[in-house]
């Protein structure tokens, strides 16, 4: 049984946001300084919000980290096969 509340304050919701924004540029940054790395980032970004359960064995950042580099990954190669 989880013993985690699920409703943040304003506070901590906007802490949360933070981090995760930064996670996000943090990833995109590995990848060049286009900003679409890091739309790209955060479009895996929301992937991961909408597939993640609590029951999963991953913590949130780590899952979250998966989804944003494999979206940079498919821009880059969707990229690369445009030029």
Do not use: C, H, W
């Not at 989880?2 to 409703?7: C, D, E, T």
């Not at 802490?15 to 996670?23: M, V």
């Not at 995109?28 to 999963?56: C, I, Q, R």
């Amino acid at each position: 049984m989880l013993n985690k509340k699920l409703i943040l304050t304003k506070e901590e919701d906007l802490k949360a946001y933070n981090y995760y924004l930064a996670l996000a540029k943090s990833v995109a940054s590995k990848y060049g300084d286009k900003s679409e790395y890091l739309v790209a980032s955060l479009m895996g970004l929301a992937k991961a919000f909408y597939k993640f359960t609590p029951t999963d064995k991953y913590k949130f950042s780590t899952y979250a980290t998966y989804f944003m580099k494999e979206e940079v990954e498919n821009y880059d190669d969707n990229s690369a096969m445009r030029k």
